[in-house]
């Protein structure tokens, strides 16, 4: 490639939507087992080991929150005259390319937590028959208005 | 347009019924209805008065109904698309764009043929088909012919080929071997004579069945290449096989994925192949993809380029001017060997302790076990090989069931690198390669190249295929 685009990381927004999704996962995963600990210690005879479910979920939730920093780190994306490029992957590292012209559509969708952040889930979508679409999950809205209006799709 | 199509049974807007026959194909669908008719006759039911006669209103019903599904079925070919209408209650109209349409096979069984009538199966490259059943023969080959003049347009630089030139055929001597040589069948086989000598031993009469089982199916799946001719009329590829039942299929060349050489082990020892090519319909739903892509199901090896070639072009790259994967493929084959071997070394040895064999069963499963482990992973990386040109892609894989596959760069859909962490360790990485159309027996794969290697493979494909616009992109 002579003109060359640089890789694109994911916004820093897209961080932070990720780790509140860990929080409230592991938020909900926490509560809950905490009120089920609570209930079971009315209980007589109940071990207070038990304690070390929601320690546990702690744990996780906090790894998973370092998880999706560095997996975050690993995405980037590029849209050359010629290509759709998305790379990924911290164990298992993936580079899809996508040639311009078999692209046949593009969708966006966004949850409400996305919505709030301003960043969306922006798919690429070819006629092949096993890598349906590329994917780049929490994708800056602006990035995605941008890839759709390069591609004259908006 | 209604060139070609009879004027019969067909309205001022071009609609067309099915053939009456259909009747019979809904009533079969229904037959849960008359088999709950049945049930509410039988006798210890003792239903009040007015339930006794419910069967026989269930059965009218069944058969009205039928009757209107029929009557509201239709379909027509208006310049731009294929429509078919259906549903009494709940309508439905399903369009067909005509240049969207892949393939278009005609299927008909046994004793459709009696009556003369066949089911149509046209396929774009979505999932949604639209079948046609059943259709008078003569009704199925006009349909086609008007399906075919304008959805297979040729484009671009056209195949220097005589129409009507053929392909291949499948004479009853290399139907023979057809069947001998197949993989499936001699490993029934093996298991078949395995089982009759448990059945022997251990006076379990049963014992060999399964593998009987086992080995109707490629019988009968030969059975459907009886008669089997493939030929090139125009732009595009015909084929028609079976007697008792006839299945024809043709695709526009243009429409053709990849074209698939298959050399399993048997076969290459008898100096056969197997030709097979994918087009992007992804719905032939019923037949397998093997059977309705075979292009030539047993010529003598070698015959693979003339044939590609027809079907594709003209093909610069040669086997032996494949690319190597890198040779640390061959310490992960080892590896990976080793996780299935030692375990199994273990198990034998354990159960050669129980039976009171000592552990003579391992060493020679690890004396025989590692050297063939070696020796495969090394044959496995001498099949290994990928190669790339302005036009094509060639990857060859497989040390027993080898297949070289060939694919338009111009078809490639999209490109994935990819490397587990092992591979990432040593500086390797897969290219997984898609197009529109179904790939045979396993993805399209350059396994193990040096991640430098990889990359360029992908970059090039990719490059290449965006600057090649399809009409509709497959």
């Known amino acids: 490639m002579t003109d060359v685009v640089e890789l694109k990381p994911l916004d820093k927004s897209a961080l932070t939507v990720r780790r509140l999704r860990v929080l409230i996962g592991t938020g909900v995963v926490f509560v809950v087992l905490v009120a089920a600990v609570l209930l079971l210690l009315t209980l007589p005879d109940t071990p207070t080991s038990l304690w070390i479910g929601p320690a546990l979920v702690v744990v996780v939730g906090a790894a998973a929150w370092w998880w999706e920093g560095v997996e975050y780190s690993r995405w980037a994306w590029r849209l050359t005259p010629d290509l759709f490029e998305v790379r990924r992957g911290v164990v298992f590292r993936r580079v899809n390319l996508v040639p311009r012209s078999r692209i046949q559509n593009v969708t966006t969708k966004a949850g409400p937590l996305q919505r709030r952040f301003g960043v969306l889930t922006l798919a690429v979508h070819t006629a092949g028959t096993r890598t349906k679409s590329v994917e780049i999950l929490d994708i800056g809205a602006g990035h995605a208005e941008e890839i759709r209006r390069q591609l004259g799709l908006a | 347009m209604t060139d070609g199509l009879h004027e019969v049974a067909?309205?001022?807007?071009?609609?067309?019924?099915?053939?009456?026959?259909?009747?019979?194909?809904?009533?079969?669908?229904?037959?849960?209805?008359?088999?709950?008719?049945?049930?509410?006759?039988?006798?210890?039911?003792?239903?009040?008065?007015?339930?006794?006669?419910?069967?026989?209103?269930?059965?009218?019903?069944?058969?009205?109904?039928?009757?209107?599904?029929?009557?509201?079925?239709?379909?027509?070919?208006?310049?731009?698309?294929l429509e078919l209408r259906r549903g009494v209650i709940v309508k439905s109209l399903q369009q067909m764009p005509r240049d969207r349409v892949q393939a278009v096979a005609t299927n008909a069984g046994f004793v459709s043929r009696l009556f003369g009538v066949t089911t149509v199966e046209v396929s774009a490259a979505d999932a949604e088909d639209i079948q046609l059943g059943f259709v008078s023969e003569e009704d199925a080959e006009a349909l086609r012919l008007v399906l075919e003049r304008q959805a297979f347009e040729p484009e671009g630089e056209g195949h220097a080929v005589q129409p009507g030139e053929p392909v291949a055929t499948l004479p009853v001597g290399?139907?023979?071997?057809?069947?001998?040589t197949d993989t499936v069948l001699i490993t029934g086989l093996a298991a078949f004579a395995l089982g009759i000598v448990a059945a022997a031993l251990t006076r379990r009469f049963w014992a060999p069945l399964p593998a009987f089982a086992a080995m109707a199916w490629p019988l009968v799946r030969a059975f459907a290449l009886v008669g089997f001719r493939s030929w090139i009329e125009q732009d595009r590829l015909r084929i028609q096989a079976g007697i008792l039942g006839r299945r024809h299929t043709e695709s526009p060349l243009d429409r053709i994925q990849l074209v698939q050489v298959r050399q399993p082990l048997l076969r290459r020892i008898f100096g056969y192949e197997t030709i097979s090519m994918v087009t992007g319909d992804i719905g032939v739903s019923s037949d397998s993809v093997q059977l309705a892509g075979a292009v030539?199901?047993?010529?003598?090896?070698?015959?693979?380029?003339?044939?590609?070639?027809?079907?594709?072009?003209?093909?610069?790259?040669?086997?032996?001017?494949?690319?190597?994967?890198?040779?640390?493929?061959?310490?992960?084959?080892?590896?990976?060997?080793?996780?299935?071997?030692?375990?199994?070394?273990?198990?034998?040895?354990?159960?050669?302790?129980?039976?009171?064999?000592?552990?003579?069963?391992?060493?020679?499963?690890?004396?025989?076990?590692?050297?063939?482990?070696?020796?495969?992973?090394?044959?496995?990386?001498?099949?290994?090989?990928?190669?790339?040109?302005?036009?094509?892609?060639?990857?060859?894989?497989?040390?027993?069931?080898?297949?070289?596959?060939?694919?338009?760069?111009?078809?490639?859909?999209?490109?994935?690198?990819?490397?587990?962490?092992?591979?990432?360790?040593?500086?390797?990485?897969?290219?997984?390669?898609?197009?529109a159309g179904l790939s045979l027996s396993g993805s399209v794969l350059a396994v193990d190249l040096p991640l430098d290697r990889a990359r360029y493979l992908a970059d090039h494909l990719a490059e290449i295929a965006a600057r090649i616009a399809l009409p509709d992109g497959v």
């Open chain 2, 10 to 81: 067909q309205d001022a807007d071009g609609w067309r019924r099915l053939h009456p026959l259909t009747i019979l194909k809904e009533i079969g669908s229904l037959a849960w209805a008359i088999v709950a008719a049945f049930v509410l006759d039988f006798e210890p039911m003792d239903l009040p008065g007015d339930w006794a006669q419910a069967d026989a209103v269930i059965a009218v019903a069944v058969f009205v109904y039928a009757i209107a599904r029929y009557a509201f079925t239709a379909y027509r070919v208006t310049p731009t698309s």
């Open chain 2, 296 to 435: 030539a199901p047993l010529v003598p090896a070698g015959s693979w380029r003339g044939i590609a070639e027809t079907l594709l072009g003209p093909i610069a790259l040669a086997e032996d001017g494949l690319e190597r994967s890198s040779p640390l493929t061959v310490r992960r084959t080892i590896l990976r060997g080793l996780l299935v071997l030692v375990p199994g070394i273990v198990l034998v040895g354990w159960v050669g302790r129980r039976l009171g064999l000592g552990v003579w069963p391992a060493v020679a499963l690890l004396l025989v076990g590692i050297p063939a482990l070696v020796v495969y992973s090394r044959a496995r990386w001498e099949v290994l090989g990928w190669a790339v040109d302005e036009r094509h892609l060639m990857l060859r894989r497989g040390v027993f069931d080898r297949r070289l596959t060939i694919v338009p760069v111009h078809k490639v859909q999209d490109v994935m690198v990819r490397a587990t962490p092992f591979q990432h360790r040593l500086g390797l990485a897969t290219v997984d390669v898609d197009t």
């Open chain 2, 174 to 180: 290399r139907l023979i071997v057809y069947v001998a």
